[in-house]
Structure formats: structure tokens, C-alpha cells
């Protein structure tokens, strides 16, 4: 019974030792690129339902992209399920994405509107502290 305890307070120790900044790009790259249930008829109502929009203007974002896949098969892409792309990573394994492109340009929210397309990508992302904290705009396409 001691050991299952051991191993409970070392991993909640090892979450308070990561950097809290480095956690708060992770929270956000969740909020903005992780849905395993995304389809690409709803890109308007969960990019409104997850307030994104660009960071500096508050204005829409002219393109984001949703994984469809749950963290626990993105995050290990900065690991052992990805390799070195320029400064990014690149997951070995394609993701099914939906990516939803505005298309009404200058519009700010919540008049958003936007057009999703799916797509079956290998996905590039910069990794700090073992996790993904940003998903490059170009994603790699898998060849047929």
C-alpha cells in the first residue's frame, strides 16, 4: 500500500516543479488545438466557445487548427512519438486535423466565421519542458 502512495505524491510533485509559464502555454495550446470530437462543420461555434482569437489584436484568427486526439497522444510527440523538424518537433505518426480558415477577413468577435476542411497531417510543434506549447502554421502532409 506504501508504494501506490510513493508514486501518487512523486507525480504531484513533479507537476509543481514545472515551470508555471511554460504549464500556462500548455493550458492554452490545449484550449486552441486540442478536440478529439472536432468536426469541421462547428469551427465557428468552438473557436467563439473557446474565446480564440489573435493574441496582440483581439481580431479573428485568419486560420486555426484543431487535432483530433485527446493530450495523451499529442503531448508524447515531444518525446519518444516525435523527432526534430528545423526548431520544432514533428510527430512520426499523421493526426486526422480539422482546420478552419476565416472567411471573412477583418471581422472581430464573435462575428467570426470560418470554413473547416479536414485532413490527415503530420503535425510540427515547439516543445518546452516535455510539452507542446505551439503548433506551426505549416503542417506536413502525409503522402497517399
Known amino acids: 500500500m506504501k508504494n501506490p502512495l510513493a508514486c501518487l505524491l512523486l507525480l504531484s510533485t513533479t507537476a509543481f516543479c514545472q515551470d508555471p509559464a511554460v504549464i500556462a502555454r500548455y493550458r492554452k495550446f490545449i484550449n486552441q488545438h486540442i478536440n478529439a470530437g472536432m468536426s469541421h462543420t462547428r469551427c465557428d461555434a ?54 478552419c480558415t476565416l472567411k471573412n477577413q477583418g471581422a472581430r468577435p464573435p462575428r467570426c466565421q470560418y470554413r473547416g476542411t479536414s485532413r490527415t497531417r503530420r503535425i510540427a510543434v515547439s516543445c518546452e519542458q516535455g510539452y507542446p506549447v505551439h503548433l506551426d502554421r505549416d503542417i506536413v502532409v502525409v503522402d497517399d
Open 46 to 99: 468552438v473557436i467563439s466557445q473557446r474565446g480564440i482569437s489573435e493574441t496582440a489584436t483581439n481580431a479573428c484568427k485568419d486560420t486555426n487548427t484543431f487535432i483530433r486526439a485527446t493530450t495523451n497522444l499529442v503531448r508524447p510527440i515531444c518525446g519518444s512519438a516525435g523527432q526534430p523538424y528545423g526548431r520544432m518537433t514533428i510527430s512520426l505518426q499523421p493526426f486526422d486535423v480539422v482546420v
